[in-house]
T-cell receptor, first 113, second 109 residues
Framework: GAGVSQSPSNKVTEKGKDVELRCDPI?????LYWYRQSLGQGLEFLIY????????KSGLPSDRFSAERTGGSVSTLTIQRTQQEDSAVYLC???????????FGNGTRLTVT | SQQGEEDPQALSIQEGENATMNCSYK?????LQWYRQNSGRGLVHLIL?????REKHSGRLRVTLDTSKKSSSLLITASRAADTASYFC?????????FGGGTRLMVKP
């Protein structure tokens, strides 16, 4: 079956513009995570959705970042007024349940010029 | 801050040799997972070991977990050039799955 799909795969934007990154998780997966990865670095947790519960937003770096998950499926990560330090690969992952292995998409590479 | 820290940060070996990567963490965990990442791709799950397990095998992979020392190791036996990738440990605690900085493994043919 299809894996986790992220779009776009690459995004170049000018400083100050807003961007939306999309994640289509594996069907039936109740948990969805967003991470950020800078070049050659580990993964930085951003936000976690589990079913219909309130999301865990503790990793969002500033109020310019927000995310939603509609109908328990597709998720959108929005970055407002982008800054150069937002440049990174944004990875989405889903899992069948809490404590289950994560399935990752290939990420969106965001470059802010 | 990162919960798991991998050691070494980079490892270069010859094909056929074994590769050992270590992970240390700070707080109590439900389980610990190892992932692999090829350049420009997402992470792929390799193996999960629960907090009440001490060792687990999967093909050429062997993972150990020592909760008293808050550490884990990943051993890849008889390495192949195709094993070249970055390897990450991730610790699960509550809702959170926290990743370390990774070990970059290069296997020379």
């Amino acid at each position: 079956g299809a894996g986790v799909s992220q779009s776009p795969s690459n995004k170049v934007t000018e400083k100050g513009k807003d961007v939306e990154l999309r994640c289509d998780p594996i069907s039936g997966h109740t948990a969805l995570y967003w991470y950020r990865q800078s070049l050659g670095q580990g993964l930085e947790f951003l936000i976690y959705f589990q079913g219909n519960s309130a999301p865990d937003k503790s990793g969002l770096p500033s109020d310019r970042f927000s995310a939603e998950r509609t109908g328990g499926s597709v998720s959108t990560l929005t970055i407002q007024r982008t800054q150069q330090e937002d440049s990174a690969v944004y990875l989405c992952a889903s899992s069948l349940a809490q404590d289950s292995p994560l399935h990752f998409g290939n990420g969106t590479r965001l470059t802010v010029t | 801050s990162q919960q798991g820290e991998e050691d070494p940060q980079a490892l270069s070996i010859q094909e056929g040799e074994n590769a050992t990567m270590n992970c240390s963490y700070k707080t109590s965990i439900n389980n610990l997972q190892w992932y692999r990442q090829n350049s420009g791709r997402g992470l792929v799950h390799l193996i999960l070991i629960r907090s009440n397990e001490r060792e687990k095998h999967s093909g050429r992979l062997r993972v150990t977990l020592d909760t008293s020392k808050k550490s884990s190791s990943l051993l890849i036996t008889a390495s192949r050039a195709a094993d070249t990738a970055s390897y990450f440990c991730a610790t699960a605690s509550g809702n959170m799955l926290t990743f370390g900085g990774g070990t970059r493994l290069m296997v020379k043919p």
